[in-house]
């Protein structure tokens, strides 16, 4: 059978050092640092202040808007400071700190929904937004909004997000390995509040054990695709391709086309916010690379990093880079302090040598190739290099998803991802 | 004083070849011999003068709807005038300069003095003018012909001036050559501007 | 076979610009966007056909009986100016769309000596009236051939380092020169003309 | 004055003296200019054949002169052949004696081909070998030649040397047949 | 501990521009060798003559400019190999060591270096020296002597030229010879084999593109197939595959990745392209050869075909 792939994209080595390693739970932290901002949309406000008693999934954050997710407190304790600490992604950002006690007590307030099999599809759908539940695949968007499409948009097809391409990440492989009972009641829950007409697992050819395990447990109008082993498969846009053959219009989203993709991950938080009352407190986190001991982690939101480091047997000698996320598209921390989020499904340790210097552009397409938007990375780096502003749209900037493929593959060392984000900046605040 | 530098900007300081960029076909076609640069040179010159000189004397006469195609109409007579004198005595160049010397009409170094120039001043300037960017155009051929036909003939004027040890450089007869020359200079012209006007 | 050889010269090696080193102004000129330069392309190809078309049996059919060759400059020249004229505001009237298109282009052709050089060497060539209309249609569709590729080159060029000094026309004539070192390939491929 | 009839009074002005100025010249160089183009072709008969008149007929649409010297006896032929060479047409003067056996010369009218290399056609090393030939079909070789209708190639111009040694036999052959048929 | 932060993504692939480089003269050496075997010393001299004045035009250019001397490239050097590869093994060395400036200087260095340039350098220094110098670029020889050192030449005609005026059939040489490098020719055309292997390897480890040496062999071989079964006389397509400059052109100048089409289909259409202006050129044409030509005019045409080939992104609409 050929195997269900998009164009472009790039065969790294998949490094997956801790695929058979089972989850396991991190100690809990003596004190954890919880953004208030974990999320794409609008921000939060703290609904705590400094000396408050939090619980373990006392709500401490969230905002009036309908794009925005609540946050909540991470373990049983104090609220020592509300201010300004390191973040994974914005470099900076309003967290709330929060020294433990040593007793652990769940918030009063969690209660799972009754009878959740047979609940409405508008208190699933409530209780999925107040528990905080967003995009574990990466993108943190607040999973309510995505499964509220407008009525003008039916949806037909829902793709599960098993896909996990990034290298050495493999959070989503064991999750399905060890709880795919909960991940199926997830998408049924899911199927439930959008009713589609088919619903797709994609799970990239290199997870045999996950495969094999979901496969046991389909219900019906579920169907498992295997898809190829092949960066950037996990990309919404480049799955839907795969396996519909279905592309989604340049500047649109996966809804323009009647299709929801939602990763494993997701779907795990929500069986637990419906069946549990569990609101998004914790996540698995894949901690590899150059540490002694990598493993996949349980872990609290707002753990500094290097406790999960410390707990992997530590960094190996000539470390001097630390990832969140993967070595394709995850961002590299300034400090080990950084907290984990809801966004972050691993932790990388590298040895980055010297970097080679950027060199003129040969022209040689293996950028054009690898680029699964099939845009020009080549000429937007030299549109942006030489500030042809005007050429930006005529050549799909904004269709660019980021994916680093074309850095990967380019033998001149052209930073091009960074000269489109550039790029992009310059385009919005042209059009402002 | 004033005149001085009317006549003297043409040279070189608005040069119609190698600071404008006007006249580019002539420029590039007849210049694979010093002799046919000259002969062209020396044609552009006649109208250029000749035409400029009349039109400033009739400027006034001229109602402005008109003015385009009288200005044709006289260059045109000069540049026929020009051609059927070559054509009765000196066939030899007449054959070399081929068309071209009837497209001086064209030239748009020739319409655009008209336009600029002579019809908004007095007699003596115009002539001073067209007289300058002419030998301008002049000297522009005189240069570009002159490399031309050491390199690719290793003569002057037909006169072998580098020795047996020379292998012509055909390239530089043939079309390739005009345009690289050319080129060439231009870049080089443009350091020098460059370094003069820092 | 006649008009196959005639328009494949005209393209390559009789190019006008190449080979006869015509309209080179406008060719420095208008070549730094493909889409003036498709413009000026069609300007040029549709001036210089329709000069053919009138300037022909202007020449044949009323100077030559009257013994006039020496009118062939002047009324050519005249000729062309006013069909340019006549042109521009036919357009905008009548076919605003095509004036938008090509309107821009028209006022600059009239002292473009690639339109009169074409005249000029229809008579040298002594065609007849539908080789004429052949030839120039041919010649200009080569003059158009050169101006996009070097619009297409030009193109690329502004995304390219190019030193300061050769920027515009130098670099313009060079790339000109290579285009036509390129072009002598074609020699004796096709002996048109 | 009315402006439309300014113009017109000075496009027509402008016009009548351009014209006038024009006739004038022409009507003067004209027979210049006419004896220069004679002359380019009698000069080329004159250095091939030297007589005292050349006639010019056509045949077969070619132009064809007959040269008699001051008696009116026919000293030779002569014709005008054209054809391809490598950059565009060749055409050239061949001249027969009055048997139409021998060739008296050839002499190149026009030609296109590239300065320093096929223009050498021009050049009296490459033409004179075609004097005293019999008029028989010639052949190009590159080297030294060896056989009686043999002629050396210019180094580096094979092809354009080829062009005019066909042209001569092409239009040899013609101009024998108007020979035969004159004599 | 000191953290460094780069921009994702933050591994690469182990591909860099030297390695290209170096791999494609590494590729070369089969023919290089063979050229050099069988020429003697004066092809050996020829190949020192065109690298030593391209580099050096390089860093002239670079130092003028005043831009970092970025010669480690090897790129620069491989535009000295090649145009050494191309021209006659007896060309007066200096008119060599001027065809490496040109290739330099009006090939790549006016465009702004390497990257930008619109030709293919190493051809454009031929090309220049072609039209400078026809009569010299068209004599060709072998070795006079047995003796390695000899300097001396004596004249013979390439296969191709054999076969003027055109056209007589396959000239004078069988294929073994075409094959293994027995003829006259070009200093590093005419090992066909050891071009075919290097070539492949090129292909195989992805340095170049298949494509468009793929579409310039099979619109050869068809085109030429027509006329050789059609026409009198015609040359059969193995003679216009092994005979000249075709392997060495297809496959290590068409694949110049930077004067060639970044689209894949413009790599198709070019190879295209480039094989039917072979066929023409060679057979019709005023030229014995046209792989230089075919190459320079479809380098022209690049940025057009980049144009009109440009790939629609995902989702996109015109
Ligand atoms: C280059 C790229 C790679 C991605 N890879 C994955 C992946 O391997 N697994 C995944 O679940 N989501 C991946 N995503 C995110 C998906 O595009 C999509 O946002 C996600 O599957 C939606 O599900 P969520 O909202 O539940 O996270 C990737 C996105 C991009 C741009
Ligand atoms: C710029 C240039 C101009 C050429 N001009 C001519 C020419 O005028 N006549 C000609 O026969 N060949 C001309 N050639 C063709 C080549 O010299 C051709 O290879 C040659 O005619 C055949 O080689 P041979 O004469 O050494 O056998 C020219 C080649 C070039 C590159
Ligand atoms: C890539 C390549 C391109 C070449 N291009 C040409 C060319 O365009 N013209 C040419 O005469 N020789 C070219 N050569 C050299 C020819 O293959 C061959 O050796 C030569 O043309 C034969 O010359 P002759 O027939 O004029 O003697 C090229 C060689 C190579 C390797
Ligand atoms: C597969 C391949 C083929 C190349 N072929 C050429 C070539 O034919 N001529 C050349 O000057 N450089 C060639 N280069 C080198 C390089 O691209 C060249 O120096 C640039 O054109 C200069 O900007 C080649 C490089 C590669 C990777
Ligand atoms: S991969 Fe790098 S060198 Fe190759 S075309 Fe893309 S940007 Fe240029
Ligand atoms: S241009 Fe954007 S989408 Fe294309 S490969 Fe590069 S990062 Fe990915
Ligand atoms: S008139 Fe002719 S010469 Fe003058 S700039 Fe225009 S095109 Fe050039
Ligand atoms: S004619 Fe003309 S010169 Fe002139 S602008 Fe056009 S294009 Fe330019
Ligand atoms: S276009 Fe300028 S003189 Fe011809």
């Known amino acids: 059978m050929k195997k269900l792939s998009f164009p472009g994209g790039v065969h790294p080595a998949e490094a997956k050092l801790t695929a058979s390693a089972p989850i396991e739970n991190l100690p809990l932290p003596e004190k954890v640092v919880i953004p208030l901002q974990q999320h794409i949309g609008a921000p939060n406000n703290p609904t705590v202040k400094k000396g408050d008693e939090v619980f373990t999934g006392t709500l401490i954050g969230k905002g009036d808007a309908f794009v925005s997710s609540p946050v909540f407190s991470s373990v049983t304790g104090k609220v020592v400071e509300i201010g300004n600490f390191f973040h994974p992604v914005t470099g900076k950002g309003i967290a709330v700190a929060i020294e433990r006690k040593e007793e652990e007590v769940l918030d009063p307030a969690i209660k799972p929904v009754e009878d959740p099999e047979n609940a409405e599809k508008e208190v699933l759908l409530e209780t999925i937004r107040a528990k905080g539940i967003v995009g574990m695949g990466g993108a943190t968007f607040p999973t309510h909004v995505k499964l509220s499409p407008p009525p003008s948009k039916p949806i037909d097809t829902l793709i599960i997000n098993g896909a996990e391409c990034e290298p050495y990440l493999t959070c989503d492989d064991r999750l399905m390995i060890e709880s795919g009972q909960e991940i199926i009641k997830g998408v049924k829950i899911i199927q439930k509040i959008l009713n589609p007409e088919k619903t797709f697992i994609a799970i990239e050819e290199n997870k045999p054990e996950a495969i094999s395990s979901l496969q046991k447990l389909l219900e019906e109008n579920m169907e498992i695709v295997v898809v190829k082993t092949k960066y950037p498969q996990g990309g919404e846009k480049q799955l839907i391709k795969a396996i519909l053959k279905r592309d989604v219009p340049s500047g649109g989203l996966p809804l323009d086309i009647g299709i929801v993709v939602q990763n494993v991950g997701t779907c795990f938080a929500i069986y637990e916010a419906v069946y549990r009352g569990k609101p998004l407190y914790e996540r698995v986190v894949t901690v590899t690379g150059e540490v002694n001991n990598p493993r996949n982690l349980r872990v609290r939101l707002g753990t500094p990093v290097s406790c999960l480091v410390e707990f992997c047997g530590g960094l190996k000698e000539g470390v001097n880079q630390v990832i969140f996320g993967g070595p394709m598209m995850g961002i590299a921390q300034i400090s080990l302090d950084t907290p984990i989020i809801k966004g972050t499904s691993g932790v990388l340790a590298l040895k980055r040598k010297e970097f080679p210097p950027e060199y003129p552009c040969i022209r040689c397409a293996r950028c054009v190739d690898v680029c699964p938007t099939s845009i020009l990375p080549t000429q937007l780096a030299k549109i942006v290099k030489f500030e042809k502003w005007d050429l930006l749209e005529e050549y799909h900037l904004m269709d660019c998803i980021e994916c680093g493929c074309c850095v990967y593959v380019c033998p001149s060392n052209i930073p091009i991802v960074q000269y489109i984000k550039a790029g992009k900046d310059k385009l919005r605040r042209m059009k402002k | 004083m004033k005149s001085y530098i009317v006549f003297i900007k043409g040279l070189w300081r608005e040069n119609p070849v190698f600071r404008q960029i006007l006249g580019m076909c002539p420029t590039l076609a007849v210049t694979g011999y010093l002799s046919n640069g000259i002969a062209m040179g020396l044609a552009v010159v006649f109208v250029l003068v000749a035409s400029s000189t009349v039109i400033s004397i009739f400027r006034r006469l001229i109602p402005k709807q008109v003015r385009m195609p009288t200005f044709i109409v006289i260059i045109a007579t000069f540049v026929v005038l020009v051609d059927y004198f070559l054509r009765a005595n000196y066939p030899f160049l007449s054959k070399k300069l081929g068309p071209y010397v009837p497209l001086i009409v064209v030239n748009c170094i020739i319409m655009g003095r008209q336009e600029a120039f002579s019809s908004k001043n007095p007699v003596w300037l115009s002539f001073l003018d067209a007289l300058g960017m002419g030998i301008g155009f002049t000297l522009a051929l005189v240069i570009l012909s002159t490399v031309r036909e050491i390199l690719g003939f290793g003569t002057l004027l037909g006169h072998p001036v580098l020795g047996q040890w020379f292998t012509p450089w055909v390239i530089m007869a043939l079309p390739p050559g005009a345009f690289l020359s050319l080129g060439v200079i231009l870049g080089i012209n443009n350091t020098f501007q460059k370094k003069s006007t820092r | ?193 | 004055m009315n402006y439309r009839v300014k113009m017109i009074l000075t496009l027509l002005v402008v016009g009548a003296f351009s014209g006038g100025s024009l006739s004038f010249v022409y009507n003067k160089m004209l027979p210049k200019i006419e004896a220069n183009l004679k002359k380019e072709i009698e000069n080329s008969l004159l250095l091939l054949v030297p007589a005292a008149s050349y006639k010019e007929t056509s045949f077969q649409g070619k132009r064809v002169f007959v040269c008699r010297d001051k008696a009116g006896e026919v000293v030779g032929y002569a014709i005008i052949g054209k054809g391809g060479g490598f950059q565009g047409e060749i055409s050239l003067l061949i001249a027969l004696d009055k048997e139409g056996k021998k060739i008296l010369g050839i002499d190149i009218l026009e030609s296109q081909e590239t300065p320093g290399l096929g223009a050498k056609i021009d050049e009296p090393f490459f033409k004179k070998q075609f004097k005293e030939r019999e008029a028989e079909k010639l052949e190009v070789i590159k080297g030294k030649a060896e056989k009686e209708n043999d002629i050396e190639a210019i180094t580096g111009a094979t092809i354009s040397s080829r062009a005019v040694v066909s042209i001569v036999n092409n239009y040899v052959a013609i101009l024998k047949e108007f020979v035969e048929q004159n004599r | 501990m000191k953290l460094v932060v780069t921009t994702s993504p933050h591994i690469r692939s182990s591909l860099s521009l030297q390695k290209v480089m170096y791999t494609v003269i590494l590729c070369l050496l089969p023919a290089l060798f063979w050229g050099i075997y069988y020429f003697h010393i004066r092809a050996l001299f020829l190949l020192i003559t065109c690298s030593i004045s391209t580099v050096v035009t390089e860093i002239i250019f670079k130092k003028v400019r005043k831009k970092p001397v970025s010669i480690g490239d090897g790129s620069a050097l491989l535009t000295g190999v090649l145009l050494a590869m191309v021209l006659p093994p007896y060309l007066p060395l200096w008119m060599a060591a001027l065809g490496g400036f040109v290739a330099i200087s009006l090939g790549k260095e006016v465009f702004g270096g390497l990257g930008y340039n619109i030709f293919n350098p190493a051809l454009l220094g031929r090309a220049f020296l072609m039209a400078a110098f026809p009569v010299q670029l068209t004599t060709w020889g072998i070795p006079a002597r047995a003796s390695w050192t000899s300097l001396d030449a004596i004249t013979r005609a390439t296969p191709l030229a054999t076969t003027l005026p055109k056209f007589s059939g396959n000239g004078l040489y069988p294929l073994q010879k075409l094959l293994f490098g027995l003829h006259p020719g070009s200093m590093g055309e005419v090992f066909s084999i050891g071009l075919i292997v290097g070539g492949l390897i090129l292909i195989a480890l992805r340095i170049a593109d298949f494509r468009i040496p793929l579409a310039a062999f099979l619109t050869l071989v068809i085109l030429s197939s027509i006329f050789y079964f059609t026409g009198e006389n015609y040359p059969s397509p193995s003679f216009h595959l092994l005979a000249g400059g075709f392997l060495l052109g297809a496959l290590f100048m068409a694949t110049d990745p930077v004067t060639t089409p970044y689209t894949k289909k413009g790599r198709w259409v070019f190879g295209m392209g480039m094989g039917a202006l072979i066929v023409f050129i060679r057979l019709f044409g005023g030229y014995p050869e046209g792989v230089m030509y075919s190459i320079l005019i479809m380098n022209a045409f690049t940025p057009l075909i980049n144009r009109l080939t440009r790939p629609l992104p995902l989702g996109g609409k015109k």
């Open chain 3, 1 to 193: 076979m006649d008009f196959l050889l005639i328009f494949l010269a005209a393209l390559t090696t009789q190019n006008i610009v190449f080979a006869y080193f015509l309209g080179i102004c406008p060719y420095l000129g208008v070549s730094r966007k493909l889409d003036t330069a498709l413009g000026m392309g069609m300007a040029v190809t549709f001036v210089m056909t329709i000069t053919a078309l009138f300037s022909w049996p202007i020449f044949y059919l009323i100077l030559i009986p009257r013994n006039l060759p020496y009118l062939e400059l002047p009324v050519f020249i005249l000729v062309i100016a006013s069909l340019v004229q006549f042109l521009e505001m036919y357009f905008r009237k009548a076919i605003p769309h095509l004036y938008s298109a090509l309107g821009i282009y028209l006022p600059l052709i009239t002292t473009n000596c690639a339109i009169l050089g074409v005249a000029l060497f229809m008579v040298l060539k002594k065609y007849d009236f539908i080789h004429s209309l052949f030839y120039t249609f041919s010649t200009g569709l080569g003059f158009s051939l050169a101006l996009l590729i070097m619009a297409g080159i030009r193109e690329d060029l502004d995304l390219a380092p190019v030193p300061k000094n050769l920027k515009g026309a130098p670099l313009a004539l060079i790339i000109a020169g290579l285009l036509a070192l390129a072009f002598m390939g074609f020699s004796g491929l096709v002996k048109g003309g």
